[in-house]
């Protein structure tokens, strides 16, 4: 049930884009999108509750697709700043509430 | 700015001995949480804790794993007789509400380091 993203790893230069999916094989009530820099805890991006919804602050976006169970992470025009492991956290229904799984993350470098 | 606060930030023990590790949310929080990360790997969902009870544990949350809120500010870890395999960063989290609305996001501490030797 843990999420699947795509891809592992992505070196860019600064200035380039790049996108990050995540899928589950479970029906999704949210996607959260975190953002972990080495050694420190993960830090909150955004949560995307309904099917279509787009949402995004500076050049970090990301839509959701409730009947695919798909959301994807847009990066434009990146930053060095963004260097990180970006984390999708599918929330679902387990035993008898909601539970929120983290995918095995993505690892972005950024380069000058 | 409101945070959560973990403690220790890293302790190290013997196999077999017991851990507490030690947790304050954010204050208005109703949700709380435990997530471990092996080093490098990707974050585990332990645990999940709403009134005072547990709503949701993972396969990893077998019975050397227990949770408290032993007086309405902390919430600890307790692993009962450590394994080698315990070894982690131990990530306690919290939420003011369930994860399906706009204010569902989880605020993470920064880690208790646990290493088992």
């Excluded at chain 1, 999916?21 to 972990?36: D, I």
């Excluded at chain 2, 077998?62 to 309405?72: C, K, L, N, T």
Aim: net charge neutral; with cysteine; aromatic share 12%.
């Amino acid at each position: 049930q843990q999420p699947v993203q795509s891809p592992q790893a992505v070196i860019l230069r600064e200035g380039e884009d790049a996108v990050i999916n995540c899928s589950s094989s479970k029906a999704l009530y949210s996607v959260h999108w975190y953002r972990q820099k080495h050694g420190e805890a993960p830090v909150f991006l955004m949560i995307l509750l309904k099917g279509g919804e787009q949402k995004g602050h500076d050049k970090i976006s990301a839509s959701f697709n409730e009947k695919k169970q798909q959301s994807s992470l847009y990066l434009t025009a990146s930053q060095l700043s963004y260097s990180g492991t970006y984390f999708c956290g599918t929330l679902t229904w387990g035993d008898s509430s909601y539970k929120l799984i983290f995918g095995s993350g993505t690892r972005l470098l950024v380069r000058p | 700015e409101p945070e959560v606060t973990q403690t220790p930030s890293h302790q190290v023990t013997q196999m077999g001995q017991e851990v507490i590790l030690r947790c304050v949310p954010i204050s208005n929080h109703l949700y709380f949480y435990w997530y471990r990360q092996i080093l490098g790997q990707k974050v585990e969902f332990l645990v999940s804790f709403y009134n005072n009870e547990i709503s949701e544990k993972s396969e990893i949350f077998d019975d050397q794993f227990s949770v408290e809120r032993p007086d309405g500010s902390n919430f600890t870890l307790k692993i009962r007789s450590t394994k080698l395999e315990d070894s982690a960063m131990y990530f306690c989290a919290s939420s003011r509400t369930s994860g399906v609305s706009n204010t569902g996001e989880l605020f993470f501490g920064e880690g208790s380091r646990l290493t088992v030797l």
